[in-house]
């Protein structure tokens, strides 16, 4: 189980952004993610996960194989960093998922769009800030590298 003080996953820095997160996906508030509210989730962010794949991701995050996902294995799983290439293409998966036109740079639009998708009620301009917040360049997006740095600060 992680705890406030365990390390930080590459995607969420402490366990009450665990909890936000996981409350995102747990769509029935019942404190467990069924496969069908994490193929919802992965929905409203565009991906086409097919039933195979999602169903793979259940076996791989539900660990005591009770077929939902407690706030256990869900943090756990977001605290893992054992991959080869420590979470990168988890990370740039992530980061695609925000790219809606897949030209390498996140636009205020498309957060926008993104996060409305997920239930967050936030204007144009309050994307346009929180681009603004990691815009390292100043270009007015966010490139994969500054996505990067932005997710792996505390």
Do not use: W
Request: aromatic fraction near 6%.
């Amino acid at each position: 189980m992680a705890t406030e003080g365990s390390k930080p996953c590459v995607y969420l820095q402490d366990m009450e952004e665990v909890k936000k997160v996981f409350a995102r996906f747990d769509a029935n508030g019942d404190g467990m993610i069924s496969g069908d509210e994490l193929s919802g989730v992965l929905k409203a962010l565009g991906s086409d996960t097919s039933p195979e794949e999602v169903a793979r991701m259940m076996a791989e995050i539900d660990t005591d194989k009770d077929g939902c996902i407690n706030i256990d294995e869900f943090a756990d799983f977001c605290k893992n960093d054992d991959s080869v290439d420590g979470g990168a293409k988890e990370l740039k998966e992530a980061f695609d998922l925000y790219d809606q036109d897949h030209n390498g740079r996140i636009s205020a639009t498309e957060l926008h769009q993104i996060l409305n998708r997920l239930g967050q009620n936030c204007t144009i301009q309050d994307c346009t800030r929180m681009i603004t917040s990691v815009d390292a360049n100043g270009d007015g997006y966010v490139c994969f590298e500054e996505f990067k740095k932005m997710m792996g600060n505390k």
